[in-house]
């Protein structure tokens, strides 16, 4: 049986950065060095006053204390230095951090902290002022009287997640006191690095230690890059397994799926891995396989598979990451939480992954500790419906959008902060705009969703995702551009949105660019789906590459009519009569109002003589004028 993990009470301290989102907006780079600079110097006082940080994600910091009075004295000595510093910027790129300390009892595993302890520090960091110290009242009772500090009471707090009212105090310098210094055994004690490093720091050190030694048998068959389906990547490669719903409810298995995405999204916004699509990946649902089928069928290293438990108040994950080249178990843990911890472990589980390839790629390691905090949501009510809201539109049809919009709407309710719901009501009014279920004035409504999520979180890529597909749709090209490449470097990985850009950079002159991101889509989405060769089909006509794009279009097992009209145009401009006739006849057959002025005209290229090229092949292939 697994150890149970170690239960203490303990002083935490738990600290954000202000308006990080705006800083980064602002200036992205030098927010980040900012934010870094900041934290780095707050770690160096929490180990000057004998306290250990046990984790650095982005914008915010949580740090352990044994005693009240070592974590108030370094909230107000950094608080006061940080004060200093920003006084020297001459721009508007200032890390204001407010902290909060609560004592708790918290969870030990694995050298994390977590816990009421650790949540009850984060409310009561969100209480204080930009600059600012708060605390609880029993941080107060266990501070002594000889120190000099003024607590200001701030009366009970009802916190969210807390069922009895918490007493708060604002903590601040006396006027011409100094900090009281770190004591000599407290400062004297050996300096901590935070989790992160510490995890890939000991995780490199035990990789390369055990992989010269070599004590163990593979678990699993090892994968054979010779046998591999495609060629495997220049960096870390991992394909993130369905997991199982072991809940006994079959309607429960949205939320394992829900829980599923979740890790590939995050783990898809690193640019130094490569992550397989959802939709390759999701295609082992429910069916027997190995690592090693997986890995040589999709091309990659590691596999990551997992299940959810959950019950009415308590959601149970175990994870399991496989090396499938040498078949050896990489890591392996199990989460038993509350249900309103989910997100935790999400987070957790990204990290841990993270933190494990980065053995490879050390790069990796500095991307998660440098990373800004996604801002999602606490509302798990909110977070399933947005879940069940993302799925209901799959079928493609009026009813499934309504649907699908009663859903996300209810997710806006339950959560007005949380910023994916809006970033997908905003990509299906889109959706429904271009397969004419909505007129196109609907797309001043996708434009305000979309600048929505945005506004609550700037790193939805979903949002820039749904604002470049509108803005496409209206002819603004330099909008939509700016979007879509907002979109990708915010999640590189992110598979369809990729390919869609192919059809942007198709219609704004850069085809050759628009074939790179559509092959590299199908490469992160090995098991693409079928529009996916409709639009190299475009980018490779408007390239001038007639016979690439009679061969994806060809091989369309769902063509319709918009990607036929390609078709016949390439096979025109290839000389290749009968076929061009014989497409156009099946088109006019199926929509016999279809002409150039329809069809043609209307496409949105930026400039006319690619839209010339397009009607150019149509008008040879004999679509009427």
């Known amino acids: 049986m697994a150890e149970q993990p170690a239960r203490k009470l303990a002083v935490i301290l738990h600290a954000d950065v202000v308006g990080s989102t705006v800083l980064v907006q602002r200036d992205e780079r030098r927010a980040h060095e900012r934010i870094t600079s900041a934290f780095q110097r707050f770690s160096q006082t929490i180990q000057e006053y004998g306290g250990q940080v046990h984790e650095i994600r982005g914008d915010a910091l949580v740090a352990e204390f044994s005693r009240a009075s070592d974590a108030v004295c370094a909230a107000i000595a950094f608080q006061q230095g940080n004060t200093a510093h920003n006084k020297t910027l001459d721009d508007n790129i200032i890390p204001e951090i407010r902290i909060g300390i609560s004592l708790g009892e918290v969870i030990m595993a694995d050298n994390t902290v977590t816990g009421a302890g650790v949540v009850l520090a984060q409310r009561v960091e969100q209480l204080a002022e930009p600059g600012g110290v708060c605390s609880t009242e029993a941080v107060r009772e266990a501070t002594p009287d000889r120190l000099p500090l003024d607590n200001e009471n701030l009366g009970k707090q009802e916190l969210k997640g807390f069922e ?91 939320f394992a799926e829900g829980v599923t995405e979740s890790v590939i999204t995050e783990l898809s916004r690193f640019r130094n891995l490569f992550v397989i699509a959802r939709n390759s ?35 149970r994950v175990n994870v399991q990451l496989v090396d499938a080249l040498t078949g050896r178990h990489l890591w392996g843990e199990r989460y038993d939480k509350e249900l309103n911890d989910l997100f935790l472990v999400q987070d957790e589980v990204t990290g841990q992954i993270v933190a494990t390839l980065a053995a490879e790629d050390g790069r990796l390691a500095k991307a998660w500790q440098e990373r800004t905090a996604r801002k999602g949501t606490e509302s798990l009510s909110a977070y399933e419906l947005a879940l069940r809201g993302g799925k209901a539109y799959g079928a493609w049809t009026k009813e499934a959008f309504a649907r699908a919009e009663e859903l996300l709407e209810k997710a806006i309710a339950a959560d007005p902060s949380y910023a994916r719901p809006y970033a997908n009501l905003a990509l299906i009014t889109v959706y429904q705009v271009y397969s004419e279920f909505l007129p196109e004035e609907s797309l001043e409504r996708a434009i305000e969703l979309a600048e929505e999520a945005i506004a609550r979180d700037d790193g939805e890529a979903w949002g820039h995702w749904a604002l470049g597909a509108a803005y496409l749709k209206l002819g603004s090209h330099d909008r939509a551009v700016a979007a879509y490449e907002r979109a990708l470097e915010l999640n590189p990985n992110d598979a369809d949105v990729l390919v869609e850009s192919a059809w942007l950079l198709a219609y704004v002159g850069r085809a050759e660019e628009g074939i790179e991101n559509a092959r590299r889509a199908m490469r992160l989405n090995p098991r693409y789906p079928d529009w996916y060769l409709w639009a190299l089909g475009v980018a490779s006509y408007d390239a001038q590459r007639y016979e690439e794009a009679v061969t994806a279009l060809e091989n369309r097992k769902n063509p319709n009519l918009k990607s036929n009209l390609y078709l016949a145009a390439a096979y025109a401009q290839l000389g290749r009569q009968n076929e061009a006739q014989a497409t156009v006849k099946k088109i006019l057959a199926d929509n016999p109002e279809s002409s150039i002025e329809r069809w043609g005209l209307t496409q949105p290229y930026q400039n006319e003589a690619a839209l010339n090229h397009y009607i150019d092949g149509l008008r040879k292939a004999g679509l009427p004028e």
Do not use: C, H
């Open 164 to 254: 009895k009212s918490v007493r708060v105090y604002a903590v601040r310098l006396q006027p011409d006191a100094e900090v009281p210094p770190p004591e000599p055994q407290q400062a004297t004690r050996r300096k901590q690095t935070p989790l992160v490093a510490v995890t890939v720091a000991s995780l490199v050190v035990v990789t390369i230690a055990l992989a010269w030694l070599k004590p163990w048998e593979a678990q699993e068959e090892p994968a054979a890059i010779e046998k591999m389906a495609l060629p495997l990547p220049d960096k870390p490669s991992i394909a993130v397994l369905p997991f199982d719903n072991l809940s006994g409810d079959s309607k429960q298995d949205y």
């Open 281 to 315: 990946t999701f295609g082992y649902q429910d069916k027997p396989m190995t690592t090693k089928q997986v890995s040589e069928e999709l091309g990659v290293q590691y596999v990551l598979e997992g299940s959810v438990q959950r019950s009415t108040d308590r959601v």
